[in-house]
């Protein structure tokens, strides 16, 4: 889903597990009503009959994307954790 996003695709996904928080519904992509195939439709539906809705939300999933899991942000985080480590104490 995020390769998807970065590549400015609009992730189409259930409302299940830890989906939220990287889709917002409406903004960067849709939430789909899990078990649902009506809401699959739906949802093309929307996104077909409305080309400038479909560019606006490929627009902000790839920022979401760039912001939160571009190779910068990856090797930051690792840096930081690297660092923590480095400069933890050892238990006795």
Do not use: C, W, Y
């Not at 840096?79 to 050892?90: D, F, T, W």
Request: hydrophobic content about 45%; cysteine-free.
């Amino acid at each position: 889903m995020i390769e998807a996003m970065a590549a400015g695709l609009v992730p189409l996904v259930s409302a299940v597990g830890n989906v939220q928080s990287a889709v917002s519904n409406g903004d960067n992509g849709l939430l789909l009503e899990p078990q649902n195939p009506s809401s699959i439709r739906e949802a093309l539906r929307e996104i077909l009959s409305d080309f400038s809705l479909l560019e606006k939300m490929g627009k902000e999933a790839h920022v979401f994307a760039e912001e939160n899991f571009s190779t910068e942000k990856a090797i930051g985080k690792l840096s930081a954790v690297v660092r923590e480590v480095l400069q933890a104490k050892p238990n006795p």
